[in-house]
């Protein structure tokens, strides 16, 4: 019984006093006792072990929940002040030339008319640019925070496509360019129609934008039975925005959707801040569709993007629309 007494005392728990026969009663009890106390020992000992590793595991996961999370948090305050800067240039630029055309227009008392007329226009234009980037960041602000207020209402998505091409209607005719409709069947949706014909003018207004003069525009619509890249199954209308201008190369297709982003290609080019197509993803994502750029290969750029299909029936006039229209 000593020896097994020192060896509990070293630590090992498992070893046991062998119960030999003679034993009086008095010292039998002694022994069982004690190798029940040392069963006991051994089993709140492995128990504790088992606590131990399983505070173990925990403390691992817990921590590396929050080196995550830290993570996570460096990451959003380096996106953070990127997107200050770059606000801060965006709004800079403009700032900067309505400043200085507005000081030579306060200090120089004589200035011809026309001078005056172009420096008022330039501060006029920059106003407007100005007044753009805001609403359009607002405008994006408030739908990735859920604080936008959407209406919906059930419409054949032919009328917006052809409401957003007549808003582009004077610009299209100024550039020659030539636009061209394949929308054959009604499409119903229950959409913010606002909205859809904000992501069909940025479209719209992209090809206008980067395609040369006398180039080519097509819109097409059809039903299909997948949402797109996702390839989610169920009704949908599938909308095509084609164009025959310099098309997007490869190293910027990833990026294209994201806030500010604009091709390297056409950076500072052209105006704008890369904010449309960021905002025509969230209304399409709001709507549960999807949008994507695909690659053609004849060259030239296609837009497509998916709308959930509006399965109740509703009356529309079924009016066969296939035209083409060159605004001019
Ligand atoms: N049809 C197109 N053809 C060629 N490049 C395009 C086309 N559409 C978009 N891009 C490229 O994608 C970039 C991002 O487009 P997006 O519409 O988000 O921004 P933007 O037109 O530059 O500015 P904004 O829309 O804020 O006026 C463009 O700057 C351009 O580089
Ligand atoms: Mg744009």
């Given at each position: 019984?000593?020896?097994?007494?020192?060896?509990?005392?070293?630590?090992?728990?498992?070893?046991?006093?062998?119960?030999?026969?003679?034993?009086?009663?008095?010292?039998?009890?002694?022994?069982?006792?004690?190798?029940?106390?040392?069963?006991?020992?051994?089993?709140?000992?492995?128990?504790?072990?088992?606590l131990h590793?399983?505070?173990?595991?925990?403390?691992?996961?817990r921590?590396?929940?929050?080196?995550?999370?830290?993570?996570?948090?460096?990451?959003?305050?380096?996106?953070?002040?990127?997107?200050?800067?770059?606000?801060?240039?965006?709004?800079?630029?403009?700032?900067?030339?309505?400043?200085?055309?507005a000081?030579?227009?306060?200090?120089?008392?004589?200035?011809?008319?026309?001078?005056r007329?172009?420096?008022?226009?330039?501060?006029?234009?920059?106003?407007?640019?100005?007044?753009?980037?805001?609403?359009?960041?607002?405008?994006?602000?408030?739908?990735?925070?859920?604080?936008a207020?959407?209406?919906?209402?059930?419409?054949?998505?032919?009328?917006?496509?052809?409401?957003?091409?007549?808003?582009?209607?004077?610009?299209?005719?100024?550039?020659?360019?030539?636009?061209s409709?394949?929308?054959?069947?009604?499409?119903?949706?229950?959409?913010?129609?606002d909205?859809?014909?904000?992501v069909?003018?940025?479209?719209?207004?992209?090809?206008?934008?980067?395609?040369?003069?006398?180039?080519?525009?097509?819109?097409?619509?059809?039903?299909?039975?997948?949402?797109?890249?996702?390839?989610?199954?169920?009704?949908?209308?599938?909308?095509?925005?084609?164009?025959?201008?310099?098309?997007?190369?490869?190293?910027?297709?990833?990026?294209?959707?994201?806030?500010?982003y604009?091709?390297?290609?056409?950076?500072?080019?052209?105006?704008?801040?890369?904010?449309?197509?960021?905002?025509?993803?969230?209304?399409?994502?709001?709507?549960?569709?999807?949008?994507?750029?695909?690659?053609?290969?004849?060259g030239?750029?296609?837009?497509?993007?998916t709308?959930?299909?509006?399965?109740?029936?509703?009356?529309?006039?079924?009016?066969?629309?296939?035209?083409?229209?060159?605004?001019?």
């Open positions: 019984m000593g020896k097994v007494a020192n060896q509990i005392a070293g630590g090992n728990l498992s070893d046991r006093v062998l119960q030999c026969g003679g034993l009086s009663d008095e010292l039998g009890e002694l022994v069982c006792n004690f190798n029940r106390m040392a069963s006991r020992l051994e089993a709140n000992r492995d128990e504790m072990n088992v590793s399983r505070l173990e595991d925990k403390v691992r996961e921590t590396s929940a929050l080196e995550i999370a830290n993570r996570k948090l460096r990451e959003s305050d380096r996106q953070k002040s990127e997107f200050l800067a770059t606000i801060s240039h965006e709004l800079r630029t403009p700032l900067t030339s309505i400043t200085a055309y000081e030579i227009l306060v200090d120089s008392g004589s200035i011809e008319p026309e001078k007329a172009r420096f008022l226009s330039i501060i006029n234009t920059e106003a407007a640019r100005m007044s753009r980037l805001i609403t359009d960041l607002l405008s994006l602000e408030r739908i990735e925070n859920g604080m207020r959407w209406q919906a209402s059930a419409f054949d998505l032919r009328e917006v496509v052809k409401a957003a091409a007549a808003v582009l209607g004077p610009a299209l005719a100024e550039k020659r360019m030539h636009l409709f394949t929308m054959l069947e009604a499409q119903p949706v229950l959409a913010d129609a909205r859809i014909q904000e069909l003018t940025n479209l719209l207004g992209n090809a206008l934008k980067f395609c040369r003069p006398n180039g080519h525009i097509g819109i097409a619509l059809q039903h299909v039975s997948a949402s797109g890249p996702r390839n989610a199954s169920g009704d949908y209308v599938r909308i095509e925005v084609i164009d025959d201008g310099p098309g997007i190369p490869p190293e910027d297709r990833d990026q294209i959707f994201e806030k500010f604009q091709g390297a290609n056409t950076r500072g080019r052209h105006s704008g801040v890369g904010l449309g197509l960021a905002i025509s993803r969230e209304i399409i994502l709001h709507h549960k569709g999807e949008i994507w750029l695909e690659l053609p290969q004849t030239g750029t296609v837009f497509c993007f709308l959930p299909r509006h399965s109740t029936a509703i009356e529309f006039q079924s009016k066969v629309l296939e035209e083409s229209y060159t605004p001019a």
